[in-house]
């Protein structure tokens, strides 16, 4: 079991920067993939982020490479999302998700390959 509590959104301008947070509780999360996703209104859940807890690669979706870094600190159970640059198209509910080794986030990032969820935080850029 993983248990998963977001914290970081808020308003932002474009431009700005927004640092997401996610607490992660549970036996397996030292051995998981977690991942940052995205859903706006009418749209499709997107893989925003990814990285596997027992190495340092990190993956990303293709609208925020350059703009977006995943990190984790293990010793607090925390995933983060720094978001930089950020854009109207940036606003969407946020979640944080895990999956207990074995997990994959290649060749893409996608939902349905994350079991566990949070609540989600929200994010909104203005122009």
């Known amino acids: 079991q993983v248990h998963l509590v977001e914290s970081g959104g808020g308003s932002v301008q474009a431009g700005g920067s927004l640092r997401l947070s996610c607490a992660a509780s549970g036996s397996r999360y030292s051995n998981a993939c977690m991942g940052w996703f995205r859903q706006a209104p009418g749209k499709e859940r997107e893989g925003v982020a990814a990285i596997y807890t027992g190495g340092r690669r990190t993956y990303y979706g293709d609208s925020v490479k350059g703009r977006f870094t995943i990190s984790q600190d293990n010793t607090k159970n925390t995933l983060y999302l720094q978001m930089n640059s950020m854009k109207p198209d940036d606003t969407a509910m946020y979640y944080c998700?895990?999956?207990?080794?074995?997990?994959?986030?290649?060749?893409?990032?996608?939902?349905?390959?994350?079991?566990?969820w949070g609540q989600g935080t929200q994010v909104t850029v203005s122009s």
């Open positions: 998700a895990a999956e207990p080794w074995p997990c994959t986030v290649v060749p893409s990032i996608r939902a349905g390959d994350f079991g566990y």
